[in-house]
């Protein structure tokens, strides 16, 4: 049977970095219905219940966790947009038209990759990715107030390696497989080494790599467990395409119950949005620390690919930016796509260099959100036009 899961507290007041009220005078808590698309295997789950039971800890809501009951990956966005549920885990790449503005710097997640590492890739992407969108962004606010949807949280996964039903090491290995990608950046590096990107949902790879539709999947390790992939994949070929995911955003909120909360429920909703930033970003790392011994046992090759591959790789990443702002910019139709890719950049810049040695920690990392990002949101305006 399907699960719900309820959260009913007292309420109390919130510890914001924000001046707000005590909420004993606030309205009446509210009933939110919050939209998992994935089976609690899935990485990040355990976070998802923490920020679900903070939210009806310190925000005065009933908020109540739907897995896999409400709405499907590919049907999330709609069903928020359309009320059938009021906060959902959504992926932006499934909408990339409506969501362009948003999922421009998802395309240059492999620069966060790209010669010195921090430890959790994901975690900095979500710095760069949440800076972009809520603070230097008006575009992607346009966008997301359009689809009637309020963006509060994004969560990024481990880096994207080769999970595939055949061992690939080389250029040549590549050509001709069918990868399906999350992004275009994924496939985009898939094409130039002759391979085709094929988009499916993420519900639906287990099936396809197992039926051989596809042959390999772009994915972060940590889905050889979440979405069970051990049981039908080979090999992992790491290092490769590199990037991470990052157009997760995590917490939507439907505009209209968004709106139906108080000033002060709505600062705790974002005290709680950057503690699930961080929280469900080190799930998937530790959960990608886990899959290396899942790979074991399930016997599976974990393969490193070979110097001309790596060569050619980090080759592609520079000559992508190019391909982003003229993709953008005809395809999507953006506005000063150019300034738009070089805003994205230094931001991807910035969080690498403030990630390069923060460890695995939800505070540290939630305290660096807080700090650059939910701190400067004027919580009296945001969503609210």
Same mark, same amino acid.
């Given at each position: 049977?399907?699960?719900?899961?309820?959260?009913? /507290? &007292?309420?109390?007041?919130? +510890?914001?970095?924000?001046?707000?009220?005590?909420?004993?005078?606030?309205?009446?808590?509210?009933?939110?219905?919050?939209?998992?698309?994935?089976?609690?295997?899935?990485?990040?789950?355990?976070? @998802?219940?923490?920020?679900?039971?903070?939210?009806?800890?310190?925000?005065?809501?009933? !908020?109540?966790?739907?897995?896999?009951?409400?709405?499907?990956?590919?049907?999330?966005?709609?069903?928020?947009?359309?009320?059938?549920?009021?906060?959902?885990?959504?992926?932006?790449?499934?909408?990339?038209?409506?969501?362009?503005?948003?999922?421009?710097?998802n395309d240059l997640s492999m620069q966060i990759t790209a010669g010195k590492t921090p430890e959790i890739p994901g975690a900095a992407m979500?710095?760069?990715?949440?800076?972009?969108?809520? %603070?230097?962004?008006?575009?992607?606010?346009?966008?997301?107030?359009?689809?009637n949807a309020v963006m509060t949280a994004a969560t990024g996964t481990p880096p994207y390696y080769l999970i595939c039903g055949s061992r690939?090491?080389?250029?040549?290995?590549?050509?001709?497989?069918?990868?399906? #990608?999350?992004?275009?950046?994924?496939?985009?590096? &898939?094409?130039?080494?002759?391979?085709?990107?094929?988009?499916?949902?993420?519900?639906?790879? =287990?099936?396809?790599?197992? *039926?051989?539709?596809?042959?390999?999947?772009?994915?972060?390790?940590? *889905? %050889?467990?979440?979405?069970?992939?051990?049981?039908?994949?080979?090999? @992992?070929?790491?290092? @490769?395409?590199?990037?991470?995911?990052?157009?997760?955003?995590?917490?939507?909120?439907n505009r209209n119950a968004w709106k139906a909360l108080s000033e002060e429920q709505r600062a705790a909703v974002l005290r709680a949005a950057?503690?699930?930033?961080?929280?469900?970003?080190?799930?998937?790392?530790?959960?990608? *620390?886990?899959?290396?011994? /899942?790979?074991?046992?399930?016997?599976?090759?974990?393969?490193?690919?070979?110097?001309?591959?790596?060569?050619?790789? !980090?080759?592609?990443?520079?000559?992508?930016?190019?391909? /982003?702002?003229? *993709?953008?910019?005809?395809?999507?139709?953006? !506005?000063?796509?150019?300034?738009?890719?070089?805003?994205?950049?230094?931001? #991807?810049?910035?969080?690498?260099?403030?990630?390069?040695? @923060?460890? +695995?920690? /939800?505070?540290?990392?939630?305290?660096?959100?807080?700090?650059?990002? =939910?701190?400067?949101?004027?919580?009296?305006?945001?969503?609210?036009?």
């Amino acid at each position: 049977m399907l699960k719900e899961t309820t959260f009913r /507290v &007292a309420r109390r007041v919130v +510890a914001t970095g924000v001046a707000i009220c005590s909420l004993a005078g606030a309205s009446v808590a509210q009933d939110l219905r919050y939209s998992f698309p994935f089976p609690e295997t899935f990485s990040p789950f355990p976070a @998802v219940e923490r920020f679900v039971k903070q939210l009806s800890d310190e925000a005065n809501v009933d !908020a109540r966790l739907f897995v896999m009951s409400l709405l499907s990956p590919a049907e999330t966005m709609a069903g928020l947009r359309d009320g059938i549920a009021d906060m959902a885990w959504t992926t932006l790449t499934y909408n990339p038209t409506e969501f362009s503005e948003s999922t421009l710097i998802n395309d240059l997640s492999m620069q966060i990759t790209a010669g010195k590492t921090p430890e959790i890739p994901g975690a900095a992407m979500v710095g760069a990715t949440l800076e972009y969108i809520l %603070l230097n962004c008006p575009d992607c606010l346009v966008q997301m107030a359009e689809q009637n949807a309020v963006m509060t949280a994004a969560t990024g996964t481990p880096p994207y390696y080769l999970i595939c039903g055949s061992r690939i090491e080389s250029v040549a290995d590549v050509k001709g497989k069918r990868i399906r #990608i999350a992004g275009g950046n994924f496939g985009r590096w &898939a094409e130039n080494f002759g391979g085709t990107g094929v988009s499916l949902p993420g519900n639906e790879i =287990y099936e396809s790599i197992s *039926q051989g539709v596809i042959d390999c999947t772009s994915n972060d390790m940590s *889905q %050889l467990s979440g979405l069970q992939l051990s049981e039908v994949a080979k090999s @992992v070929t790491t290092g @490769v395409p590199g990037g991470v995911y990052a157009a997760i955003a995590s917490a939507n909120f439907n505009r209209n119950a968004w709106k139906a909360l108080s000033e002060e429920q709505r600062a705790a909703v974002l005290r709680a949005a950057a503690r699930f930033s961080a929280d469900s970003s080190v799930e998937y790392y530790k959960a990608e *620390q886990r899959a290396r011994d /899942v790979a074991a046992k399930a016997n599976i090759e974990i393969v490193a690919p070979d110097a001309e591959l790596l060569e050619a790789t !980090a080759k592609f990443v520079e000559g992508d930016v190019a391909t /982003v702002v003229k *993709q953008y910019s005809e395809q999507y139709g953006l !506005a000063n796509a150019e300034a738009k890719v070089a805003t994205a950049s230094g931001l #991807i810049n910035k969080w690498k260099s403030l990630f390069m040695d @923060v460890p +695995a920690d /939800v505070d540290a990392i939630e305290a660096l959100y807080w700090e650059h990002i =939910y701190s400067k949101i004027d919580v009296a305006t945001y969503g609210m036009d």
